[in-house]
T-cell receptor, first 111, second 113 residues
């Protein structure tokens, strides 16, 4: 099957840094999305990686290793509003490809 | 404002009573999709559409139907709802092209009694 794995829950402290990992089987997948979803709301797009390496966008950075089927989302200077679920999703090679979502990581930020 | 609009936002109904959840987008996106989200299972794709009159099954299509008669609309139809279809449903759209992010509607919470 097509498995995408990420931790179910994580806790971090306001102002700190947290890394959320995502692993997926490499066969058939090309790029990796990260979405943020606050409780009861729709997912919103954070990042897309198709090349290996780290991409930085303000406090959020995303890393991809295609050969290892591994990605992470790095959140710096954590704020209380970062408490949310973070979903990784792998996409195939063409625009018609399905996107497979992981189950999401629920991140709780404590003061 | 660019958006994906779903209706209704909440619905409680009974087993076997046909229902339709509407989805409309104003961004002229070719690709539209329906997902259900259940605790511990994440977002699972029900059906998707690459363009008008083109629809395909996702991972969990059983018990659902869709249609794409116009580019902007992609309704989800439950002909005979059952309690195991109680879930949070999201419609999404995106342009074609690799790496294009999906824009999600606000969700529809369905309870089938």
């Amino acid at each position: 099957g097509q498995n995408i794995d990420q931790p179910t829950e994580m806790t971090a402290t306001e102002g700190a840094i947290v890394q959320i990992n995502c692993t997926y089987q490499t066969s058939g997948f090309n790029g990796l999305f990260w979405y943020q979803q606050h409780a009861g709301e729709a997912p919103t797009f954070l990042s897309y990686n198709v090349l290996d390496g780290l991409e930085e966008k303000g406090r959020f950075s995303s890393f991809l290793s295609r050969s290892k089927g591994y990605s992470y989302l790095l959140l710096k200077e954590l704020q209380m509003k970062d408490s949310a679920s973070y979903l990784c999703a792998a996409s195939g090679y063409s625009s018609a490809s399905k996107i497979i979502f992981g189950s999401g990581t629920r991140l709780s930020i404590r003061p | 404002e660019a958006q994906v609009t779903q209706n209704p936002r909440y619905l409680i109904t009974v087993t076997g009573k046909k229902l339709t959840v509407t989805c409309s987008q104003n961004m002229n996106h070719e690709y539209m999709s329906w997902y259900r989200q259940d605790p511990g299972l994440g977002l699972r794709q029900i059906y998707y559409s690459m363009n008008v009159e083109v629809t395909d099954k996702g991972d969990v299509p059983e018990g659902y139907k869709v249609s794409r008669k116009e580019k902007r609309n992609f309704p989800l139809i439950l002909e005979s709802p059952s309690p195991n279809q109680t879930s949070l449903y999201f419609c999404a759209s995106r342009p074609t092209g690799e790496g294009q992010p999906q824009h999600f509607g606000d969700g529809t919470r369905l309870s089938i009694l």
